[in-house]
């Protein structure tokens, strides 16, 4: 459905599907994934993974050609604003100075969740310094505005905590925030099967990032397929229209009017 593309700080993507590179056995089995996946853009934490910094290890570079995807370099691992800022600076050097970047500031280790007021501060100076930023969020609508009127480029509340795969646990404020957003909402973190990322993108989510959902599957690459037929499942029936739900009211599937024999 080309006509349905996903725009992200004025590029287009056929793909509502991202994903992490993490947590694979090897570059390999990451690269196989991906393939799998349909997805163009991949992030990568520049924390924890080589891409450049040691010249004598094995490179993501290698296995996924910036040629061949869209790098979303990530701070995973940032708890403070200047750690997080630090970071997609040295990601814009490794990177021939690329700038479509993915912001999370943690809270903290246990459960990751965001710290907002220092996700607020870090957005205001990497939009200031030219990056387009692409934030995780709580899923607060509130908040959500404010990342937005920073000048975000992409809202990325989380469905649950990262890493636990619970599904989306409050899709009544993911409807508030997708509902008032003018820039791409993609749900981020969370999602632990193909239904979680189906639902989501019936709620009218612009798409959904996982990791550890296709990662740590008993099978990830086929993990990887199942995720990309449920994306766009979850698309078209958000564009089709569902119909309304009727408690308490059943009704015939077929017409009563004309039956045979009446």
């Not at 010249?55 to 997080?84: I, K, R, V, W």
């Not at 692409?134 to 905590?161: F, H, K, N, T, W």
Request: one cysteine or more; aromatic letters at 4%.
């Amino acid at each position: 459905m080309t006509q349905d593309a996903l725009q992200i700080a004025g590029k287009t993507y056929r793909s509502r599907l991202l994903v992490g590179t993490g947590k694979y056995k090897d570059f390999a089995q990451t690269r196989e994934a991906v393939l799998a996946s349909g997805a163009e853009i991949v992030t990568v934490a520049i924390r924890r993974t080589n891409i450049g910094q040691d010249a004598g290890q094995p490179s993501l570079l290698d296995a996924l050609p910036p040629a061949e995807f869209t790098y979303l370099p990530n701070t995973a691992g940032c708890y403070s604003a200047d750690e997080a800022v630090r970071t997609l600076r040295l990601a814009r050097e490794l990177l021939d100075g690329h700038d479509l970047v993915k912001l999370e500031v943690l809270g903290d280790s246990h459960t990751l969740f965001p710290n907002m007021p220092e996700t607020l501060k870090a957005a205001q100076t990497l939009v200031k310094d030219g990056f387009k930023v692409m934030v995780y969020c709580a899923d607060d609508p509130i908040q959500a505005r404010m990342l937005e009127d920073i000048g975000c480029v992409a809202i990325m509340p989380l469905a649950s905590l990262i890493g636990s795969g619970m599904g989306i646990l409050n899709p009544w404020n993911l409807k508030l925030i997708v509902e008032q957003a003018r820039v791409p909402v993609l749900v981020d973190a969370g999602v632990g099967t193909a239904s979680d990322a189906a639902i989501a993108m019936e709620l009218g989510c612009d798409g959904v990032l996982m990791n550890t959902a296709i990662a740590l599957a008993q099978n990830p690459v086929l993990m990887a397929g199942a995720m990309k037929k449920a994306v766009e499942a979850g698309r078209e029936a958000w564009l089709a229209g569902r119909m309304p739900k009727k408690f308490y009211s059943a009704a015939p599937s077929s017409p009563t009017a004309g039956l045979i024999g009446s």
